[in-house]
């Protein structure tokens, strides 16, 4: 796994079923999920070469606590235009809100918006960033 050093955290009213939905229709794996029954205390997704998020149930004793489930904006870099277009298709079959269809976008790349059963927006593109300058 890379050294991922920015973690999005986000919170569910139902984690696991936010869990299923960001596996089966983003391509996230489980990595680690901690909890009992339906709570889920932590979990950790990653994606397939790189990144990742972290979410949980809505608690009162989280120290996040006073952050509304459903809310966030998360944007994943996905690899070729071929993957990209298969998650997309994958989301309207689940029924994704999509906010933004697929398209290409000026500054490069391509993507989409959609927003997960409980509200989180997922941008998905090909572009990469700016390059940094230093070496």
Same mark, same amino acid.
């Given at each position: 796994m890379t050294n991922?050093?920015?973690w999005p955290a986000l919170r569910y009213d139902d984690a696991r079923a936010a869990i299923r939905w960001l596996v089966d229709v983003l391509g996230f794996e489980e990595s680690a999920v901690y909890g009992e029954g339906e709570r889920v205390d932590h979990a950790q997704l990653n994606r397939?070469?790189?990144g990742g998020?972290?979410?949980g149930s809505v608690r009162e004793d989280s120290s996040i606590s006073q952050v509304p489930?459903?809310?966030g904006s998360v944007y994943l870099v996905i690899d070729t235009e071929? %993957? @990209?277009t298969g998650i997309y298709e994958r989301a309207v079959a689940a029924g994704a809100t999509m906010t933004? %269809? @697929?398209r290409t976008e000026d500054y490069g790349g391509s993507g989409f918006v959609?927003?997960?059963p409980e509200g989180v927006h997922w941008s998905l593109g090909t572009y990469r960033g700016e390059e940094t300058g230093g070496e």
């Open positions: 991922t050093l920015v397939p070469g790189g998020v972290m979410l489930a459903g809310v071929g %993957e @990209l933004q %269809e @697929l959609c927003r997960d």
